[in-house]
Every structure is written in structure tokens, then in C-alpha cells.
């Protein structure tokens, strides 16, 4: 290869690189009148602002239960913890009302998720976190998971399509050794989100239907997503749903809680 053409491919490999960086990177858009970020003093628990919007919801190359591709409304902007609930968290706002039973625990790591919790367990923390802020927090619904782990995206997952790109922004079956590690490791997504995709299984207060046209009222289960530390590439991808009953706890489960904005 002549010198010239080298010095081409190199500058065209940066100016690509450049580009895929800068998405990687690109912030939600701004919500005027309210700050991108929030800190919960009480709890150590960081928040972004996820702004309202459109997207497509589910896919149609995953399981039959992602079913109909549809367009969702995200109606209003919230605030959604940066990474999922860690067990030091849990014991800052739960203490001896509720002392964290986590399956994986290991000295001098306190950033592991918080795991082997129900939904009924997780609505109490949100519930003492909405005390101590004065402000509503909650489990997010299962659009507002999608929504927020895609953050514009329509791949597989927030970081691309391969096992390789996934193994780089979260931890499953092929990489995570057989156990959870320590949240915000592994690269956000776009929105500046860690861990939508692996790590633990994250709760959201929807009831699970196996298809998105059917809705009832006799559900006895939760809609889980993004994936967990045993999982295949395959189910931590974006549109990937499991469920679990309103009583389980396991210790591949954990959750995440959004903070409702302020009303504008």
C-alpha cells in the first residue's frame, strides 16, 4: 500500500472512530426548566433526566412476545437512577426495617446490585425513598425501561448488535465469570445509563402478558428486563422480555427506580 493511501485509511479509521464515539456519548435531549441530573442525598443515588418522547417498541427477529412491533408515548419526562440499586443503597434506605438478603455479596464491595428481592420488597423502597425525598419514586414501566435503554437507538442493544459490543457495555453469560460485579463498570449507553443490559434482571411494574395486544386484569406477573450475569447475549438485547411472579425472589433479579419530574 503507497504511503498516501495509508495516511487516507488512517485519517478515514479516526474520522469514523470520532463519529461513533460522539454517538455514544450523545446526552438526552434537554427538558427546559429541568436539570439533566439528581442527586438523592439520603440514598447515594444518582439520577438522569429521561426526557418524553416516541419510539418502537418491541422487535420483530426476537421471541413472540415482543410482539406487535408498536409505537409507544412516553408522555412525560422522568428521572431514572444511572445505574440499578446497589446493596449499600438498599441498607441506607431500607436499614433494619429490611436488612438486603442478597445472594452475591463479597467484603468491600458495596456497588453490588441489590438482588434476590420480590416486587412487593422493591415497592418498599420506593416507597421510604418517596419519604425521605418528598417526591414520588417508583419501579419504572415496562415502556419507560425500553424507551430509557434504548436512548434513540434501534439495534439489538444501546451499544450495537454483536456479542462484542454488548460484552463491553454489560455483563452476561459470555463475560461475567458467574456472578454480578459492581454497578457502572461497563460503558453507559447513550443517555448515560449503566447496566441496562446485564448484571441483574430489573423489575418494572407492568404486569407480563405474552403478547403486547393483550391486555387483562388476572396477571399474577412482572415484567423483568435487560438481562442478567447467567443470561445470553440474545436476552439482554433491548426488546427482550422475562417475567417473574408477584412473590419471587431471585438472585439473578434486581431493580432500578425512577423519581417523577416536577410538573412543568
Known sequence: ???????????????????????????????????????????????????????????????????????????KPFYMSVTEVTQEQWDKVMGRKMPDRSFHKEKGKPNLPAENVSIGKCRAFCEELSKAENRKCRLPTEAEWEFACRAGTTGDYSCGNSATELA???????????????????????????????????????????RYDIKLNNSLR??????????????????????????????EVGFRVVIEAPAQ
Open 168 to 210: 463491553e457495555a454489560g455483563w452476561f453469560m459470555e463475560n461475567s465469570g458467574g456472578s454480578t460485579h459492581e454497578v457502572g463498570v461497563r460503558k453507559p449507553n447513550p443517555w448515560g445509563l449503566h447496566d441496562m443490559h446485564g448484571n441483574v434482571w430489573e423489575y418494572c411494574d407492568t404486569y407480563y402478558f405474552d
Open 1 to 75: 500500500m503507497k504511503p498516501s493511501m495509508r495516511i487516507t485509511l488512517a485519517f478515514f479509521t479516526a474520522a469514523i472512530t470520532t463519529a461513533l464515539v460522539a454517538i455514544a456519548q450523545n446526552p438526552p435531549p434537554p427538558v427546559p426548566g429541568l436539570p439533566p441530573t439528581f442527586f438523592s442525598k439520603y440514598s447515594g443515588i444518582k439520577f438522569v433526566l429521561i426526557p418524553a418522547g416516541n419510539f418502537t417498541m418491541g422487535s420483530d427477529h426476537g421471541d413472540p412476545d415482543e410482539l406487535p412491533v408498536h409505537e409507544e408515548h412516553i408522555t
Open 222 to 251: 412482572m415484567s423483568v428486563r435487560g438481562g442478567a450475569y447467567s443470561s445470553r447475549a440474545d436476552e439482554c438485547r433491548s426488546a427482550n422480555r422475562w417475567t417473574q411472579s408477584n412473590t419471587a425472589q431471585r438472585k
